[in-house]
């Protein structure tokens, strides 16, 4: 079907109709514009005295043009949309999101001057919700986190709008294959390493997406490289995980921003993962002050769940004789939680103390020290 619209963003000016064939080349035709200009992001190898004979290495997906791994997706659902004829000119976006994907998906939908709406837990940190009114974007807040996928259905709906859905089709907009997807990007950058198949790569879970194009991948290219999936304190996935049950929910919401869900979200691919770890909330908190105090740059909540996947892996490596390495990734930058994570007044007032996990994770990078291995985890 073949309609009449009007040229997006004339300037004032009166533009010849586009049909919507046209917009859709226009669309995808920005996106690739957009995509031409970037770069690749970094995958920063880092050495610790207590991991003798085991690299590290993190791909630094906050350096994406909006901070955060969610760039990616935000692209690939986009791409998603349009090539599937749910997008066109002038569709209502709306989204339900813990920030992060919201802040990259109102940079896209910017790009093509279409609405957006986020709809989001009323605590998403404020430079969430700065960053997607700067972009143009709304923001649409619900107390109870758990209630975000309903509301983004039903206000797509009433808008006659696309729900873009990110935690169904995460799995699946993403070219897991190849076609530079995160996956395809590390094991390229590995590639003149001494290691260029990694024994580990560490990743949390939001909506899994990122680990189940990375666990497809790793399958696909016959790698012997393995899948630990990190989840947050307050989340349904390892439950998912360790018995098979997809209903299994959590009645808490995360406290660790970007991960961590209430329910086993659709693009959460347990067959693809060898090994999954639960990590209290203290002990993520902590991992990211230590990561960001040795990369003197603040990383985020989710990137701390990462690193204590990395050194818990590590020590048991290194416990058992085995050399290697591990990948993992830096899923956004800290300036998003300056007033959470990073304010001791806000630690206190959740009840968390990282103290005693700081000087463990300390203990074990300076000096090899394996109290970690003790550290009750589930
Ligand atoms: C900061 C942050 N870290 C990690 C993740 C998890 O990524 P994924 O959704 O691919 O599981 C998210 C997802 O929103 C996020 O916002």
């Given at each position: 079907?073949?309609?009449?619209h009007?040229?997006?963003?004339?300037?004032?000016?009166?533009?010849?109709?586009?049909?919507?064939?046209?917009?859709?080349?226009?669309?995808i035709?920005?996106?690739?514009?957009?995509?031409?200009?970037?770069?690749?992001t970094?995958?920063?190898?880092?050495?610790?005295?207590?991991?003798?004979?085991i690299?590290?290495y993190?791909?630094d997906e906050?350096?994406h043009?909006?901070?955060?791994?969610?760039?990616?997706?935000?692209?690939?659902l986009f791409l998603y949309?349009?090539?599937?004829?749910?997008?066109?000119?002038?569709?209502t976006?709306v989204e339900a999101s813990?920030?992060?994907?919201a802040?990259?998906?109102?940079?896209?939908?910017?790009?093509?001057?279409?609405?957006?709406?986020?709809?989001?837990?009323?605590?998403?940190?404020k430079?969430?919700?700065?960053?997607?009114?700067?972009s143009?974007?709304?923001?649409h807040?619900?107390d109870?986190p758990s209630?975000?996928?309903?509301?983004?259905?039903?206000?797509a709906?009433?808008?006659?709008?696309?729900?873009?859905?990110q935690?169904t089709?995460a799995?699946?907009?993403?070219?897991?294959?190849?076609?530079?997807?995160?996956?395809?990007?590390?094991?390229k950058?590995?590639a003149l390493?001494q290691d260029?198949?990694?024994?580990?790569?560490?990743m949390?879970?939001?909506?899994?997406?990122?680990s189940?194009?990375?666990?497809?991948y790793?399958?696909y290219s016959?790698?012997?490289?393995r899948?630990?999936?990190v989840?947050?304190?307050y989340?349904a996935?390892y439950?998912?995980?360790?018995?098979g049950?997809?209903?299994?929910s959590?009645a808490l919401?995360?406290?660790?921003e970007?991960?961590?869900?209430?329910?086993?979200?659709?693009?959460?691919?347990p067959?693809?993962?060898?090994d999954?770890?639960k990590?209290?909330?203290a002990?993520s908190i902590a991992?990211?002050h230590?990561?960001?105090d040795r990369l003197?740059?603040r990383?985020g909540?989710?990137?701390?769940t990462?690193?204590?996947?990395?050194?818990?892996?590590?020590?048991?490596?290194l416990?058992?004789?085995?050399?290697g390495?591990?990948?993992?990734?830096?899923?956004?930058?800290?300036?998003?939680?300056t007033?959470?994570?990073y304010?001791?007044a806000?630690?206190?007032?959740?009840?968390?103390?990282?103290?005693?996990?700081?000087?463990?994770?300390?203990g074990?990078?300076d000096?090899?020290?394996f109290?970690l291995?003790?550290?009750?985890?589930s």
């Amino acid at each position: 079907m073949t309609q009449h619209h009007k040229r997006p963003s004339d300037g004032g000016l009166a533009l010849p109709v586009m049909t919507e064939s046209e917009w859709t080349r226009w669309a995808i035709g920005v996106l690739h514009g957009d995509a031409n200009r970037s770069a690749d992001t970094h995958l920063t190898k880092l050495s610790f005295k207590g991991m003798l004979g085991i690299s590290v290495y993190l791909k630094d997906e906050s350096t994406h043009p909006t901070g955060s791994l969610k760039h990616r997706l935000a692209r690939s659902l986009f791409l998603y949309g349009i090539c599937n004829g749910w997008i066109h000119e002038g569709t209502t976006l709306v989204e339900a999101s813990s920030g992060s994907t919201a802040v990259s998906e109102a940079y896209f939908a910017n790009l093509l001057n279409l609405p957006f709406i986020a709809v989001m837990g009323a605590s998403t940190s404020k430079q969430k919700v700065d960053a997607i009114i700067r972009s143009g974007g709304q923001c649409h807040f619900v107390d109870d986190p758990s209630k975000i996928y309903r509301v983004a259905e039903q206000l797509a709906f009433d808008r006659k709008g696309h729900y873009l859905d990110q935690f169904t089709n995460a799995e699946r907009a993403t070219d897991w294959r190849g076609n530079n997807n995160i996956a395809e990007s590390i094991f390229k950058q590995l590639a003149l390493e001494q290691d260029p198949e990694p024994t580990w790569v560490v990743m949390n879970a939001g909506t899994g997406g990122t680990s189940a194009t990375i666990g497809r991948y790793i399958r696909y290219s016959g790698f012997k490289t393995r899948l630990c999936v990190v989840d947050a304190e307050y989340s349904a996935f390892y439950q998912c995980y360790v018995n098979g049950d997809r209903m299994a929910s959590c009645a808490l919401p995360s406290r660790i921003e970007g991960i961590g869900r209430p329910r086993v979200e659709p693009s959460f691919l347990p067959s693809v993962i060898d090994d999954m770890i639960k990590v209290p909330d203290a002990m993520s908190i902590a991992a990211m002050h230590v990561l960001s105090d040795r990369l003197s740059r603040r990383v985020g909540g989710s990137t701390g769940t990462n690193f204590y996947g990395v050194c818990r892996i590590a020590a048991n490596m290194l416990a058992q004789g085995q050399t290697g390495s591990i990948v993992s990734l830096i899923c956004d930058g800290g300036e998003r939680y300056t007033s959470t994570y990073y304010d001791p007044a806000w630690l206190d007032s959740a009840g968390i103390s990282i103290h005693r996990e700081m000087e463990m994770l300390n203990g074990f990078l300076d000096g090899g020290s394996f109290d970690l291995i003790g550290y009750p985890t589930s």
